[in-house]
């Protein structure tokens, strides 16, 4: 009894261990991916489990990035619907990036899966969607330090066509977020080859 007692309480303390070890995996992206990508090969259902939260978030800040920067964002406003609203263009961005987030997650993994599979690069679909999901990052981060400073310069000229949204500064943050696409497909890249390399021990945080 006692012993089945200390395997509970052990099972939950390594939970949050892990959870908390899998969000400053998911921070070391920009900087250690290499790390995080190590982390993957460990596909038990506990570690499955402590990544969840951290790759969630990062699906759908990737997700709603990726809806901001659709043509169709840039000229949303043109439609009476939305009231010339950005709080209700920023509602539909935040609902299609949950959508567009979470299909890319699971068909862009299956492709991904696909090619490593036609590359013999043995590794699992769950494994293929985590390298997805963590090199869309980049992504992520551009909806955090990228689009508030394009709103704070522009507004909602953004959204609309026309505008004052045109000239070198546009050009500018618009090669800014190809970089984090690049940036992406780079760490796919990485993340695959990294899965690839099974014979190294996974490292911790350090």
Do not use: C
């Not at 990544?51 to 659709?70: C, F, H, W, Y």
């Not at 955090?144 to 500064?169: E, K, M």
């Amino acid at each position: 009894m006692n012993s089945t007692l200390k395997g509970v309480n052990a099972a939950a303390e390594t939970t949050p261990s892990l959870q908390k070890e899998w969000w400053l995996r998911t921070f070391g992206i920009f900087h250690r991916p290499r790390m995080v990508f190590a982390g993957l090969r460990d596909d038990s259902a506990e570690a499955v489990e402590a990544r969840q939260e951290p790759l969630l978030a990062t699906i759908t800040l990737a997700g709603i990035a990726a809806v901001l920067s659709t043509s169709l964002a840039g000229r949303v406003l043109d439609d009476p619907v939305f009231s010339n609203s950005v709080l209700a263009v920023l509602s539909w961005a935040f609902l299609g990036g949950l959508v567009y987030g979470t299909v890319v997650y699971w068909f862009g993994g299956l492709l991904v899966h696909a090619l490593a599979s036609a590359l013999r690069a043995g590794s699992s679909y769950r494994q293929a969607r985590h390298v997805l999901g963590f090199a869309s990052a980049p992504l992520a981060l551009s909806l955090l330090l990228v689009w508030p400073v394009r709103l704070a310069i522009y507004g909602d000229d953004v959204f609309r066509s026309g505008g004052s949204d045109t000239g070198t500064g546009d050009v500018l943050f618009d090669l800014l977020i190809l970089a984090t696409y690049v940036w992406t497909f780079g760490l796919v890249a990485l993340g695959r080859l990294e899965l690839r390399n099974r014979s190294s021990s996974s490292p911790g945080i350090s």
